[in-house]
């Protein structure tokens, strides 16, 4: 039986709960079977961003969806040095799972800059598009017709971001809303921001 795969990338530095939320929502939502989370190697669009070690940004996904069984987690654009482009991902990604549906978790923030995505028609041939939408949030309109097949999930809003999370780590602050204690532990344990 056909499948229906979310893929959710980012840099996850660190992931929190905005992450694991639209991943949850996603699955109950619309019938999903499981969501794999892509930490990227590099953005095209964080290219001067400071940036955790790969190896401690995947060990903190792992940690932080350990408890679900419908989560994975993927290497594939950690073990691929340089720019990590989505539409490569999706390629890989069909070659893994040939007969499954793939659907693309974004936020609405990177779906208002997706015309400017490397390929980007290629992604919307390959994939259905899920954009995670605060609660009230106007859909916002696109200047490329193709994308009207973009599914919108409406949900809960967390107001959090990874930098504020890395500030308040730096600040010295503990129990940090949003950031799942074990990952809080780890980040401390070994002094990564």
């Not at 499954?100 to 978790?105: E, S, V």
Request: hydrophobic share 35%.
């Amino acid at each position: 039986m056909n499948k229906k795969i979310g893929l959710l990338g980012g840099s996850f530095n660190p992931i929190h709960e905005a992450h694991t939320s639209v991943a949850n929502y996603f699955i109950k939502q619309h019938s999903a079977d499981k969501v794999v989370f892509i930490p990227c190697n590099v953005s095209p669009f964080k290219t001067n961003e400071s940036i955790a070690p790969n190896n401690h940004r995947l060990e903190m996904v792992k940690i932080a969806i350990q408890d679900s069984p419908l989560f994975d987690v993927s290497e594939y654009e950690l073990d691929n040095n340089g720019i990590s482009y989505t539409f490569q991902t999706i390629q890989h990604f069909k070659g893994l799972y040939p007969a499954d549906k793939l659907c693309l978790l974004v936020g609405g923030d990177q779906a208002e800059n997706f015309h400017n995505w490397k390929n980007w028609q290629f992604i919307l041939d390959n994939a259905d598009i899920y954009v995670a939408l605060r609660k009230g949030y106007k859909i916002p309109t696109y200047e490329f017709e193709s994308y009207k097949k973009a599914i919108y999930m409406e949900m809960p809003f967390i107001e959090i971001s990874a930098s504020a999370i890395r500030e308040k780590i730096v600040k010295g602050e503990k129990d940090i809303d949003y950031l799942h204690p074990e990952v809080e532990s780890y980040i401390l344990k070994n002094y990564i921001y």
